[in-house]
């Protein structure tokens, strides 16, 4: 009937990784779970994802490991570099040492693929229900044990438990933290091409590339079983303003790298240039429910790319959700429970976040000293990288990997 609404046992607001990841792990656990994404279609835009163990281990207890990782390619190392001098900084090794320590390795995969092999997963188990073109406006706990979830056309659903995985602009997250987002001024241009097009310099081994410059930084690595070559160029806007779009220009990004090595200004036109992404984040936030709802992934936690752990949390976020709803019969002390686990450690990746970047963009005497202090640094010490890559579960002893 018009007007009537769809009941439904748990509600997932948003098929992006993180939406496709959460209903995915409910349905592992037997959960009926219906997906509601406000595009036409579930699809991905972008291009790279690096993903450490800790998402690895989280994709692999959701099924599809196997899935996410064909295509991918197992960089050997991670380098630093200064974008202008092209002098090497330091290494991260991550070859048989890594994976040793992690049980898992690291990995740069394609986000299209990544999130094809969600969706796949979810059409698998034949428990998550799949609509497009639904907008949700807001979802509103009710007197009776549930939540009322209303989308901009007008069609409404009742829910046992709704997930907002809306994103970086969640519409739920207005309704239980209520803050805007936070702009860094920063902007990325973003391109792929032919692995034939770049220099056998950056393509003798894989690796992941990090050229750090004076407000600005490029990431590049092979990417869909080294065919094609990922570029990611980040810089700061002089000309950033809340009150116009006019910044970040094409201009600006020729400028700002102008002062770069050949091989990072070569880069830059490997760069699609119609498309600029400005960079925001959030605050950490004080809580990420009320009553039935829960926030996941950009939702409750957007951060700054310098970590490369977006999209790492929000995969980690799904498996604790899982694990707190499966078999629940009190729904509000099991989400409760959820962010009590996630919370506090998200924040901290958050904030640790933007201080990457202003380590990443650092110049004057500040470059100097950063470069002098990592340039022994140990290419096997992973001591600092433990809290943030370590795996809720390590992988069997016996699993290998091609690296």
């Given at each position: 009937?018009?007007?009537?609404?769809?009941?439904?046992?748990?509600?997932?607001?948003?098929?992006?990784?993180?939406?496709?990841?959460?209903?995915?792990?409910?349905?592992?656990a037997g959960t009926e779970v219906h997906?509601?994404?406000?595009?036409?279609?579930?699809?991905?835009?972008?291009?790279?994802?690096?993903?450490?163990?800790?998402?690895?281990?989280?994709?692999?207890?959701?099924?599809?490991?196997?899935k996410a990782t064909k295509g991918a390619?197992?960089?050997?190392?991670?380098?630093?570099?200064?974008?202008?001098?092209?002098?090497?900084?330091?290494?991260?090794?991550?070859?048989?040492?890594?994976?040793?320590?992690?049980?898992?390795?690291?990995?740069?995969?394609?986000?299209?693929?990544?999130?094809?092999?969600?969706?796949?997963?979810?059409?698998?188990?034949?428990?998550?229900?799949?609509?497009?073109?639904?907008?949700?406006?807001?979802?509103?706990?009710?007197?009776?044990?549930?939540?009322?979830?209303?989308?901009?056309?007008?069609?409404?659903?009742?829910?046992?438990?709704?997930?907002?995985?809306?994103?970086?602009?969640?519409?739920?997250?207005?309704?239980?933290?209520?803050?805007?987002?936070?702009?860094?001024?920063?902007?990325?241009?973003?391109?792929?091409?032919?692995?034939?097009?770049?220099?056998?310099?950056?393509?003798?081994?894989?690796?992941?590339?990090c050229w750090l410059g004076p407000q600005?930084?490029?990431?590049?690595?092979?990417?869909?079983?080294?065919?094609?070559?990922?570029?990611?160029?980040?810089?700061?806007?002089?000309?950033?303003?809340?009150?116009?779009?006019?910044?970040?220009?094409?201009?600006?990004?020729?400028?700002?790298?102008?002062?770069?090595?050949?091989?990072?200004?070569?880069?830059?036109?490997?760069?699609?240039?119609?498309?600029?992404?400005?960079?925001?984040?959030?605050?950490?936030?004080?809580?990420?429910?009320?009553?039935?709802?829960?926030?996941?992934?950009?939702?409750?936690?957007?951060?700054?790319?310098?970590?490369?752990?977006?999209?790492?949390?929000?995969?980690?976020?799904?498996?604790?959700?899982?694990?707190?709803?499966?078999?629940?019969?009190?729904?509000?002390?099991?989400?409760?429970?959820?962010?009590?686990?996630?919370?506090?450690?998200?924040?901290?990746?958050?904030?640790?976040?933007?201080?990457?970047?202003?380590?990443?963009?650092?110049?004057?005497?500040?470059?100097?000293?950063?470069?002098?202090?990592?340039?022994?640094?140990?290419?096997?010490?992973?001591?600092?990288?433990?809290?943030?890559?370590?795996?809720?579960?390590?992988?069997?002893?016996?699993?290998?990997?091609?690296?």
């Amino acid at each position: 009937m018009p007007g009537q609404a769809t009941r439904v046992n748990v509600l997932v607001v948003g098929g992006g990784i993180a939406g496709l990841a959460t209903a995915l792990g409910l349905a592992r656990a037997g959960t009926e779970v219906h997906v509601l994404e406000r595009a036409p279609d579930f699809s991905e835009v972008g291009a790279g994802i690096q993903l450490a163990p800790n998402a690895l281990s989280a994709l692999d207890r959701l099924g599809v490991l196997e899935k996410a990782t064909k295509g991918a390619v197992f960089p050997q190392r991670k380098v630093y570099i200064d974008a202008v001098t092209g002098t090497t900084i330091a290494t991260i090794d991550l070859g048989e040492k890594f994976v040793a320590h992690y049980g898992y390795p690291y990995v740069v995969a394609h986000r299209v693929d990544l999130h094809a092999a969600l969706l796949e997963g979810c059409r698998e188990t034949g428990l998550v229900t799949l609509e497009n073109g639904r907008e949700v406006l807001s979802a509103q706990n009710q007197a009776d044990d549930t939540v009322l979830v209303t989308c901009a056309d007008g069609s409404r659903y009742v829910a046992d438990v709704v997930v907002g995985a809306d994103g970086l602009r969640s519409k739920l997250r207005d309704a239980i933290v209520g803050d805007d987002l936070v702009p860094s001024r920063y902007v990325a241009y973003r391109g792929t091409v032919p692995i034939e097009a770049v220099g056998e310099d950056v393509t003798s081994s894989p690796a992941v590339l990090c050229w750090l410059g004076p407000q600005m930084h490029l990431i590049q690595y092979p990417l869909r079983e080294g065919r094609i070559y990922n570029n990611v160029a980040v810089f700061k806007s002089g000309s950033y303003s809340p009150d116009h779009d006019n910044w970040g220009t094409t201009q600006e990004l020729d400028e700002r790298f102008s002062v770069c090595c050949d091989g990072v200004r070569r880069a830059t036109t490997y760069l699609s240039r119609e498309i600029r992404w400005p960079m925001y984040d959030r605050e950490p936030a004080n809580t990420w429910v009320d009553g039935r709802v829960a926030l996941i992934g950009d939702a409750a936690h957007a951060m700054l790319q310098y970590l490369a752990q977006g999209g790492a949390q929000a995969l980690d976020d799904a498996i604790v959700l899982a694990e707190e709803l499966a078999g629940a019969t009190d729904i509000p002390s099991a989400l409760a429970a959820y962010e009590h686990r996630r919370i506090g450690h998200v924040s901290k990746v958050q904030r640790l976040a933007r201080v990457a970047g202003e380590l990443f963009h650092i110049d004057g005497i500040g470059r100097v000293l950063r470069n002098h202090v990592f340039k022994d640094h140990d290419p096997t010490d992973y001591t600092y990288l433990d809290w943030m890559f370590e795996p809720l579960v390590r992988a069997p002893a016996q699993r290998r990997y091609p690296i």
